[in-house]
């Protein structure tokens, strides 16, 4: 098993930065990726960062040069600069376990960005 306890949301303005945090336990292999999603109210999730165990890293074009995703042993980290009103969502930490090709997911932290 593996748990995935999310930190770090709240109400910022526009243009004003959030740092998130998932500290992943349990069953937790080094090589595996982890991210972050999101999903805005009536929208679907989507991925918004990644970053692979060799530290290779994949952020959706509507927050490259602004999000920056790292990890620390088993903690990933998303801090978010420059923020928008449409960066308003819920925002979810993601471990994908390769070997069994299962998802984990955090309970999510709302992010919520006023203009």
């Known amino acids: 098993q593996v748990q995935l306890v999310e930190s770090g949301g709240g109400l910022v303005q526009a243009g004003g930065s959030l740092r998130l945090s998932c500290a992943a336990s349990?069953?937790?292999?080094?090589?595996?990726?982890m991210g972050w999603y999101r999903q805005a109210s009536g929208k679907p999730r989507e991925l918004v960062a990644a970053?692979?165990?060799?530290?290779s890293t994949n952020y959706a074009d509507a927050v490259k040069g602004r999000f920056a995703i790292s990890r620390a042993k088993n903690t990933v980290y998303l801090q978010m600069n420059s923020l928008k009103p449409e960066d308003t969502a819920v925002y979810y930490c993601?471990?994908?376990?390769?070997?069994?090709?299962?998802?984990?997911w955090g309970q999510g932290t709302q992010v919520t960005v006023s203009s």
């Open positions: 993601n471990y994908k376990n390769l070997g069994t090709r299962y998802d984990y």
């Open positions: 349990g069953r937790i292999f080094p090589i595996d990726p």
């Open positions: 970053i692979s165990s060799g530290g």
